[in-house]
């Protein structure tokens, strides 16, 4: 349960900004995504690696 402490005549508006935000930093929204629809984890796995590699390139374009 998300709590959203609020101080003595806070906007509502700012209030429910908070709620949003802390709301998204639990990650219910991205894994609700996630398990709609099913991936192999070949897929999964072979995802992961092109990232990794992608990363890794932009890592060593900075140095």
């Known amino acids: 349960m998300i709590i959203v402490p609020l101080k ?3 906007n509502i508006e700012r209030a ?3 709620f949003k935000r802390k709301y998204e930093k639990t990650g219910v929204v991205k ?3 996630r398990r709609q629809e ?3 984890p070949s897929v999964v796995k072979r995802a992961n690696k ?3 590699v ?3 390139k932009m890592h060593r374009m900075e140095e």
């Open 8 to 10: 003595e005549g806070e």
């Open 16 to 18: 429910l900004k908070k």
């Open 31 to 33: 894994e609700l995504r």
């Open 38 to 40: 099913f991936q192999k």
């Open 50 to 52: 092109l990232h990794a």
């Open 54 to 56: 992608y990363v890794q």
